[in-house]
């Protein structure tokens, strides 16, 4: 009996793991964010979003963006967050693509690239979540890499932790962790974290392109 159970279960797990799309392991919340390209004049630019003092870390620099809703794809979520914000009309967003995304243990982001089209910076009128807007030269990216610095993440237990199931107990040696940061220095404006991240990333993927270095 034990050959037939084994390979009825075999089957089932094959089928199962099969057809599985796997996903990262935990609970973490999923955000979209897009990456606007504006024409300003003859030149490209990027656009970035002023967070108002309303919305979580107020002040800081970001993409347009947020979480996804129910049923939402990561691509729906960030041209629905972009239309709300920027308040523009989706036929104005046009999506190129996606670049590579951030997942910690706590959430997921992607990030999607396209160009602002048929509006002008200076027409946009964001909402109550944006206390303003400002673009960059694209150019600018090409030309300055972002400063990396490094933080020191400490491993700290609370009192019920089971050392008791864990070899050495106490005496455990943890892995300790850096976390690398980007920075770019703008006039007047803060850029680093993710955001900055994916805008390092982004300029990687398209810096061999010769035009971006006339």
Not at 26 to 40: D, N, S
Not at 102 to 108: C, D
Not at 112 to 131: K, Q, S, T, W, Y
């Amino acid at each position: 009996m034990n050959g037939p159970w084994r390979d009825d279960m075999l089957e089932t797990i094959r089928k199962k793991i099969e057809g599985y799309t796997p996903e990262p392991i935990g609970r973490q919340r999923a955000f979209a964010v897009f990456l606007p390209l504006i024409r300003v004049g003859e030149d490209l630019h990027v656009l970035f979003e002023k967070r108002s003092q309303i919305v979580s870390q107020p002040g800081e620099t970001s993409f347009p963006g947020g979480a996804l809703e129910e049923g939402e794809t990561y691509k729906d979520a960030a041209i629905r967050e972009t239309q709300e914000e920027l308040n523009l009309e989706s036929s104005q967003i046009n999506i190129f693509g996606e670049i590579d995304y951030i997942a910690t243990q706590s959430h997921i982001i992607h990030c999607f690239v396209g160009e602002l089209v048929n509006c002008e910076p200076d027409a946009i009128r964001p909402n109550e979540e944006v206390e303003s807007i400002f673009t960059v030269p694209l150019t600018y990216f090409v030309r300055h890499a972002p400063e990396y610095h490094s933080i020191d993440l400490k491993v700290e237990h609370k009192e019920d932790f089971p050392f008791e199931l864990i070899s050495n107990g106490s005496r455990h040696k943890w892995s300790s962790r850096k976390q690398l940061i980007p920075f770019y220095r703008l006039d007047n404006q803060f850029l680093w974290g993710y955001t900055a991240q994916f805008t390092h990333r982004f300029i990687e993927l398209i810096e061999e392109d010769e035009l971006l270095h006339d």
